[in-house]
């Protein structure tokens, strides 16, 4: 069975920092972008950051670079986000997902919500971001 579980939600203080991880299971991650999208009430899922598997290429949204950074732990089958200088407006449910790459296709144009592939996805963990 595929999974993606996620941990590391909660609630933080404007300019206050938390750390997202990600645990694939159920299939074999190479070849594999694993990241993060965000989906904030009343607004559409974002794409925010993801890592290449195959070679540790990252992708950020313009929204978080600079503030934002995610790894991965190829071993353990785990990518983290850590999320610096957290802003109210970084407020979202934070899902984790995994796309198949094709080496033709630049993370920027695989991390879209419109993507063609679906791929795996995470049941979400809720970030909010007190002013």
């Known amino acids: 069975e595929v999974q993606l579980v996620e941990s590391g939600g909660g609630l933080v203080q404007a300019g206050g920092s938390l750390r997202l991880s990600c645990a694939a299971s159920?299939?074999?991650?190479?070849?594999?972008?694993i990241g993060w999208f965000r989906q904030a009430p009343g607004k559409e899922r974002e794409g925010v950051s993801c890592i290449s598997s195959s070679d540790g290429d990252t992708y950020s949204a313009d929204s978080v670079k600079g503030r934002f950074t995610i790894s991965s732990d190829n071993a353990k089958n785990t990518v983290s986000l850590q999320m610096n200088s957290l802003k109210p407006e970084d407020t979202a449910v934070y899902y984790c997902a995994a796309r198949f790459k094709s080496p033709l296709v630049p993370l920027r144009s695989l991390w879209v919500p419109t993507y063609p592939e679906v791929g795996y996805w995470g049941q979400g963990t809720q970030v909010t971001v007190s002013s």
């Open positions: 159920g299939f074999t991650t190479d070849g594999y972008a």
